[in-house]
């Protein structure tokens, strides 16, 4: 539905050098949806929003919507923003304070270029008030709304148009934590049933994770890694994929040998020999980087049947009791791991403790040169 290809977009900066704010951006997004774009502040997020929307003229590269070419850098396409025809929802959303909630709304509808009879217009904005539950409060002014009920607003009026695209820039980020967590819900159940296609921008891993078909992990202009949630989490392709998105433990090591048939690698590292899976090809020889999660650090009391197999015996250094679970940190051979276990493990501090973990939990990934 969605594609963009080689885009890059810059900026000048106060001394006049170009700023690379989006570089070889490549991304297929279908019909229908949901693709976030994930990472720090400063990585090129918002600029690549704004390039779909017409609001910055990339440098180069391609864009299509639906077969139709919105921007074209070789063949010189570009068609203004209000032409496109997409829905857009940005972090500092303007509602119309002396506007009740029905008349925001309709608003998009009486100054665009389409022509729509009273009953039209009460029929599309009912509609779309029902979606994002705000029907009730169709007499109440924009002001007397409450955070959450403002930002589904804000929403109300990027799809009253029933765009084709919807683009979403930190559109939850004025929310607190516990309404923040609300409207993520909303805002799926919404999604998926308006089937609306979407590119969400978000630095917030959780809800990148929690409402997406697709994440597009970006760092310093570029995409490091485009996969579903879990392959994100659980198969990250470098070291900053596997560091920003969820905490992990990186153990350096070399590669001693490589089962093909298992896809399994045997890892030579600071703690011992690890079995461990790898997404990209490594060779016998290479430098690579670990990451395991701490929740894939599995710790117990009883001696495993074979210890020697990713597993090892370690110390208990430190605990955190967080409620649904402990935070532990375990040495073994002067290196500390971070275990995030239940909390029905009660080894105290100073006291032996076993640890495994799961070759396929083990993602190896090729050492970055400093
Ligand atoms: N209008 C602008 N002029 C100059 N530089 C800009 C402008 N907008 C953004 N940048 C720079 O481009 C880079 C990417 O910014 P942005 O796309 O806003 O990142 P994000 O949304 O991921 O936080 C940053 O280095 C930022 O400072
Ligand atoms: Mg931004």
Request: glycine fraction near 6%.
């Amino acid at each position: 539905m969605l594609n963009i290809h080689s885009l890059c977009t810059e900026y000048t900066n106060e001394l006049g050098q170009p700023v690379k704010a989006a570089q070889d951006i490549n991304i297929e997004v279908p019909e229908g949806h949901f693709f976030t774009l994930l990472g720090p502040s400063g990585c090129g997020k918002t600029t690549t929003l704004r390039s779909i929307a017409g609001l910055e003229r990339p440098k180069s590269g391609e864009i299509t919507v639906s077969g139709v070419t919105v921007y074209s850098g070789s063949r010189g396409v570009f068609v203004p923003p209000n032409q496109r025809g997409f829905g857009m929802v940005f972090q500092s959303y303007a509602i119309w304070p002396h506007m009740d909630v029905f008349t925001n709304t309709a608003f998009p509808l009486q100054v665009g270029k389409a022509r729509y009879s009273r009953a039209e217009i009460e029929a599309k904005v009912m509609k779309v008030l029902a979606a994002v539950q705000l029907d009730h409060l169709r007499d109440r002014e924009a002001t007397k709304l409450s955070g959450g009920q403002q930002q589904r607003l804000a929403l109300a009026r990027a799809l009253v148009m029933e765009p084709k695209l919807l683009l979403l820039d930190e559109p939850l980020s004025n929310l607190d934590a516990k309404l923040r967590e609300l409207m993520r819900f909303e805002l799926k159940r919404l999604q998926r049933e308006l089937r609306i296609t979407t590119v969400y921008v978000t630095h917030d891993q959780s809800e990148a994770l929690a409402l997406s078909h697709q994440v597009a992990v970006m760092n310093q202009g570029r995409i490091q890694q485009i996969g579903s949630p879990r392959d994100i989490y659980e198969r990250p392709q470098n070291q900053f994929v596997a560091d920003f998105v969820g905490s992990t433990n990186f153990v350096e090591g070399i590669v001693r040998s490589c089962e093909s048939e298992a896809d399994c690698y045997v890892i030579e590292t600071e703690i011992g020999a690890l079995r461990s899976v790898s997404v990209e090809r490594v060779n016998v020889g290479d430098k690579v980087v670990l990451s395991i999660r701490p929740e894939d650090v599995q710790l117990t009391d009883e001696k495993p049947a074979d210890v020697g197999v990713n597993s090892w015996q370690a110390m208990v250094a430190q605990k955190v009791f967080l409620g649904e679970a402990i935070d532990f940190r375990i040495t073994i051979a002067n290196r500390t791991l971070l275990s995030r276990t239940h909390p029905s493990v009660r080894t105290p501090i100073g006291h032996p403790i076993w640890a495994y973990v799961n070759p396929n939990k083990s993602v190896a990934m090729p050492a970055v040169a400093s």
